[in-house]
T-cell receptor, first 109, second 116 residues
Framework: GQNIDQPTEMTATEGAIVQINCTYQTSGFNGLFWYQQHAGEAPTFLSY??LDGLEEKGRFSSFLSRSKGYSYLLLKELQMKDSASYLC??????????WGAGTKLIIKP | ETGVTQTPRHLVMGMTNKKSLKCEQH?????MYWYKQSAKKPLELMFV???????ENNSVPSRFSPECPNSSHLFLHLHTLQPEDSALYLCASSQGPGDGPRETQYFGPGTRLLVL
C-alpha cells in the first residue's frame, strides 16, 4: 500500500533549527511536496523535490533521498510565526498526491 | 493569497438540509480538487476534475455530489449528511496535467462544516 509517515508533533525554541522528517512508500514516484498550514487556514506550498539532494529557499530547506524513501524539511532561525502544521505529500505514478497526517510544530520563546 | 476562494467559510447544517459549497480559482488552472480534512488525519481526496471532466471519485458517498461547470468553478452539493461528515472541506487547483511542478496544488481557505 501507499503510506506517508511523519511525526505528529514537535517543539522547538525561537531562533533555533528544527528538522521535520517524512518517509514515504508509493507506487512509483513523481516528487515530494511540503506544505505549511496555519490553524484555520489553507495549506500553502513550500517546496517540491524530485531529484536527490537539498533545495534551499531562504530559511527553509528541503531534502530528498529517493533510494531511502525519505525527505526532511529544515527550518532555520525559527520565528513564532513558524508555528503551524507541516504536511508532507508524495506524488505517485498516476500523479496523485499521497498525504501525511501533518506535523504540528510548536515554537516556544 | 486570493488565487483560490471558497464560500461559505463556515456552515452549520442539519442532517436533512441541502447546501452547496462553492470554489473559484483565478489562476488559469485546468485541474480542480475537493478534499476532506479531519483532525489529525491525512487529507482525503474526494474528487478531481481535469478540463471540467471528472477523473477521480475516491469512493465518496453519494450524499456528496460535485459539479464543475467550467475550469474556474467547482461546487460540492451536500444532502442528508451525517455528523461524521463534519470537517474542513478544501478546494485546490493545479495547472496540470503533466510533471510535478504543473501538479503543484494551490488551496482555498476551506469551508468548516458542522453537521448536527
Amino acid at each position: 500500500g501507499q503510506n506517508i509517515d511523519q511525526p505528529t508533533e514537535m517543539t522547538a525554541t525561537e531562533g533555533a533549527i528544527v528538522q521535520i522528517n517524512c518517509t514515504y512508500q508509493t507506487s512509483g514516484f513523481n516528487g515530494l511536496f511540503w506544505y505549511q498550514q496555519h490553524a484555520g487556514e489553507a495549506p500553502t506550498f513550500l517546496s517540491y523535490n524530485v531529484l536527490d539532494g537539498l533545495e534551499e529557499k531562504g530559511r527553509f530547506s528541503s531534502f530528498l533521498s529517493r533510494s531511502k524513501g525519505y525527505s526532511y524539511l529544515l527550518l532555520k532561525e525559527l520565528q513564532m510565526k513558524d508555528s503551524a502544521s507541516y504536511l508532507c505529500a508524495a506524488m505517485d505514478s498516476n500523479y496523485q498526491l499521497i498525504w501525511g497526517a501533518g506535523t504540528k510544530l510548536i515554537i516556544k520563546p | 493569497e486570493t488565487g483560490v476562494t471558497q464560500t461559505p467559510r463556515h456552515l452549520v447544517m442539519g442532517m436533512t438540509n441541502k447546501k452547496s459549497l462553492k470554489c473559484e480559482q483565478h489562476l488559469g488552472h485546468n485541474a480542480m480538487y475537493w478534499y476532506k480534512q479531519s483532525a489529525k488525519k491525512p487529507l482525503e481526496l474526494m474528487f478531481v476534475y481535469n478540463f471540467k471532466e471528472q477523473t477521480e471519485n475516491n469512493s465518496v458517498p453519494s450524499r456528496f455530489s460535485p459539479e464543475c461547470p467550467n475550469s474556474s468553478h467547482l461546487f460540492l452539493h451536500l444532502h442528508t449528511l451525517q455528523p461524521e461528515d463534519s470537517a474542513l472541506y478544501l478546494c485546490a487547483s493545479s495547472q496540470g496535467p503533466g510533471d510535478g511542478p504543473r501538479e503543484t496544488q494551490y488551496f482555498g481557505p476551506g469551508t468548516r462544516l458542522l453537521v448536527l
